[in-house]
């Protein structure tokens, strides 16, 4: 009984023990994380011209785990809006990093969405996913999709519904039809989905109209069936629903 | 344990629950139900469940059936039918190798859930047993996950005598790590950890 106390007595300790370290650690690295971010603003011109000095920086940066991208972004973001010279740079950096981390998106949720994505949605995971606090705005993300695309066209800016989305084509080649356009329509509306019944009710599409529509939507990954709707109905979702 | 787990946003999506056409997004749904299946077994320290997604044994001391249903939406009323709970199964036994036939010649019996590996399940046995000092001591099973005065970790505690067996037999007697004692009735008596 005495052995069993004991033995949770000393646990008891070992774990408060614990926690308070790791406590500590974690504060020391978030301040570590933000001073490299002040030293980064302070010294980004000589970062940028001494290659050597900018290794090691990376370096240290990736081994606390901050992407110098978002450094790049941050520094940016403060000077965006300024005019003079020096900040002119800093605030196309802002626009190509922005870019890089559109496309990083659009990448990886094309699986989900088939490459049609919501401006806010898009903006909204660029956030989260950077460890700095970055105001980015969509008039940002639109800028910086100029600069993508004199390098190839392949990102547009559409507008469905009062709402924009950022459509990614290059990996499908085709771009989206007026149809298609008005069956997103429609999901806004809706709540998310659309049916034969709702298209043939709200634009008096005939039912060869309504699948030729929503089968090559299917395929593109632009909607996501549903089976098991009220009365049988099929339903056919909208996928930027999941993160909205 | 007193607080539910929550479910991601996307378990409340009606089309998670029909199985997709189009092959590129299934196989994006195959890998949210698998995440889903994974994280509401290492929430409630489910180890094995049915075919048809039934926690079976759990290591907590809760109710199972108390659970909230894994493959059942009740608010937006939506079902994993069996042909989807199937295809999602596979996808983790097959494709990720995060979950195992508890006996693929009886597929009936159900599946472990591997949302810990059976190699990372051996590393706790054997720093569990390396750190009590009891390398080299021969030991019952019972004192491997039950007892209440040998310090067993946590993470060990109640762990199921199947799986036990398994990751003792699969991993540790294969790395030479493990001695198995058997009794005359052919039954395991002890364990020697080295």
Redesign the interface.
């Known amino acids: 009984m005495n052995n069993n106390w004991h033995s949770d007595a000393y646990s008891k300790l070992g774990q408060s023990l614990n926690e308070r370290h790791t406590d500590q650690l974690s504060t020391q690295l978030s301040v570590f994380q933000s001073a490299l971010v002040n030293f980064a603003r302070e010294h980004g011109e000589e970062i940028k011209q001494n290659s050597e000095f900018r290794n090691k920086f990376t370096q240290i940066c990736q081994s606390v785990g901050i992407d110098p991208l978002d450094l790049l972004l941050y520094s940016g973001s403060v000077s965006k809006t300024s005019k003079s010279q020096s900040s002119k740079t800093q605030s196309d950096n802002y626009f190509i990093s922005l870019a890089v981390r559109i496309v990083e998106v659009c990448q990886e949720t094309r699986d989900i969405n088939g490459g049609l994505i919501p401006l806010k949605e898009l903006v909204s995971i660029i956030r989260e996913n950077s460890y700095i606090n970055i105001e980015v705005t969509e008039s940002d993300v639109e800028k910086s999709l100029s600069t993508l695309n004199t390098l190839g066209k392949g990102y547009d800016i559409l507008t469905i519904h009062d709402k924009k989305w950022l459509k990614f084509t290059s990996a499908l080649g085709g771009s989206i039809s007026n149809d298609q356009k008005k069956v997103y329509e429609l999901c806004g509306f809706m709540g998310g989905y659309v049916t034969y019944r709702l298209l043939r009710d709200n634009y008096a599409w005939d039912k060869l109209r309504c699948k030729t529509v929503i089968d090559e939507m299917i395929m593109n990954g632009f909607l996501w069936v549903d089976s098991q709707g009220e009365g049988a109905e099929w339903q056919y979702w909208e996928p930027s629903w999941i993160s909205s | 344990m007193t607080t539910e787990f929550t479910f991601p ?2 378990h409340s ?6 199985k ?3 092959a ?2 299934l ?3 195959l890998d949210s139900w698998s995440q889903i299946v994974l994280q509401y077994c290492e929430y409630y320290k489910i180890t094995s469940m049915t075919l048809h997604g039934t926690p079976k044994v759990s290591q907590l001391d809760v109710n199972l059936e108390s659970l909230p249903s894994l493959f059942q939406n009740k608010t937006i ?3 994993v039918n069996s042909d989807l709970q199937t295809s999602i199964f596979n996808h983790l036994i097959h494709k990720l190798n995060k979950a195992e036939y508890i006996n693929p010649k009886k597929p009936d019996l159900g599946i472990y859930i591997y949302w810990r590996t059976i190699v990372e399940w051996a590393q706790l046995l054997y720093d569990f047993v390396d750190k009590s000092g009891q390398l080299g001591t021969v030991l019952t099973l019972y004192e491997l996950t039950k007892s ?2 040998s ?1 067993v970790p946590e993470s060990l505690r109640n762990l199921d005598e199947a799986l036990l067996i398994k990751v003792l037999k699969e991993v540790l007697i294969k790395q030479g790590k493990a001695q198995l004692l058997m009794t005359e009735e052919g039954e395991i008596g002890g364990v020697k950890i080295v």
């Open positions: 946003k996307i999506f009606p089309p998670l629950y029909t997709q056409p189009n590129t997004i196989s994006n749904q009323n939506r079902t209440e005065d310090g």
